[in-house]
């Protein structure tokens, strides 16, 4: 088990230009989640995905974003015509169905810093 | 919807002093609460959770209990260390959420010798 990871760790791009990040969750994980932080914020919900299925996305995925996760593995996040708003931090987290009620802890990847110029 | 409360911070204390961090939710039905915590230079990590009413989690000398009544789950440890200066984030996975968390604003730590 290495943990969740993501890459690049650190992007710097110009307005108007895309993106795309990856995300390798823990390896018997069926969940996995995107969430995008600012400074001095929690982290806030971005989409999910349940093996390779999108079960939910906030309201905050405008249509210049778009998410994958082909074969309920690794998932991308794509974000299109990149503007200054979107600099933030972008986590991954992935975990497990809890078999005993509630729901299992998530475990977050190291994120991607992205800074629009 | 559902929501997270945290006092505000930041927390200056001094080492061995007593912590307390409030959290209240806003969740329909049985949420499971979690407290998740970012040390400098590192990524978010489990403290500690609970999933079910007056259950108590706890970790490296941290509590925090369910309380279904007060809507509340307030972090506490009875010795801080510097090494505990961090971020503490409170969240919620609650409802037909698929276990989506609902993060508070966190609350900054800082210890001194």
């Known amino acids: 088990d290495t943990g969740v990871s993501q890459d690049p760790r650190h992007k710097i791009t110009k307005r108007g230009q895309n993106v795309t990040f990856r995300c390798d969750p823990i390896s018997e994980h069926n969940r996995l989640y995107w969430y995008r932080q600012t400074l001095g914020q929690g982290p806030e919900f971005l989409t999910y995905f349940q093996n390779e299925a999108q079960l939910e996305k906030s309201r905050l995925l405008s249509d210049r974003f778009s998410a994958e996760r082909p074969k309920g593995s690794f998932s991308t996040l794509e974000i299109q015509r990149t503007e200054q708003g979107d600099s933030a931090m972008y986590l991954c987290?992935?975990?497990?169905?809890?078999?005993?009620?509630?729901?299992?802890?998530?475990?977050f990847g190291p994120g991607t810093r992205l800074t629009v110029l | 919807g559902n929501s997270v409360t945290q006092m505000e911070g930041p927390v200056t204390l001094s080492e061995e002093a007593f912590l307390t961090i409030n959290c209240t939710y806003t969740a329909t039905g049985y949420p499971s609460l979690f407290w998740y915590v970012q040390y400098p230079g590192e990524g978010l990590q489990l403290l500690l959770k609970?999933?079910?009413?007056?259950d108590k989690g706890s970790n490296k000398g941290f509590e925090a209990t369910y309380r279904k009544e007060t809507t509340s789950f307030h972090l506490e440890k009875g010795s801080v260390q510097v090494s505990d200066s961090a971020v503490y984030f409170c969240?919620?996975?609650?409802?037909?959420?698929?276990?989506?968390?609902?993060f508070g604003q966190g609350t900054i730590l800082t210890v001194h010798p």
């Open positions: 609970a999933t079910k009413a007056d």
């Open positions: 987290a992935s975990s497990s169905i809890s078999r005993t009620g509630g729901y299992n802890e998530q475990f």
């Open positions: 969240a919620l996975a609650g409802g037909t959420s698929y276990g989506k968390l609902t």
